[in-house]
């Protein structure tokens, strides 16, 4: 085992809401176009359900190093599904594949900060510009569903050679 689910955050379709803040949740089924019961306005309207965006994975370690930047961001503030630990962030990196619990993934590529993280209550639009460069390469990092299945904080995260 190289690192574990943290946390697992998801929130529901709400009409004029955005797919952040997310909330957590116990036990998740994740099919390829993402967690059940997950919705994510930018990625279903903009991206027209881009399969190589169905997860956003974020390591805990990167929340605790913007934490002590006095960013006081919590695990699914930014939107990440899945809240990894022991994972250094830029471990993770395109075409990488790992087994999650049940799930396969790949990583496809880097989120980058979009305007969405505007409505965080510490952001808000007075600090938006400060935040964007902070989070700027380190907004964590989308995925690919390969095989589905079922996932609780606590499950292993294996690299798959």
Known sequence: ???KIYQ???KPQTSMERGLPKKKTETAFVLLNGI???FNRYRQEKCHGRLDRALLLMPLEMLAQLNNEGWPIQPGDIGE???TEGIPYFDFSPNKKYKIGEIEI???EQCTPCGN???LRYVGKEKWSEFKKVMNGRRGW???VTKEGRISPGDSINEIT
């Open 1 to 3: 085992m190289i690192g």
């Open 8 to 10: 697992i955050n998801i």
């Open 36 to 38: 059940e019961g997950d």
């Open 81 to 83: 599904n899945i809240t």
């Open 106 to 108: 790949k990583i496809s």
């Open 117 to 119: 993280l505007k409505i």
């Open 142 to 144: 989308y995925a690919a």
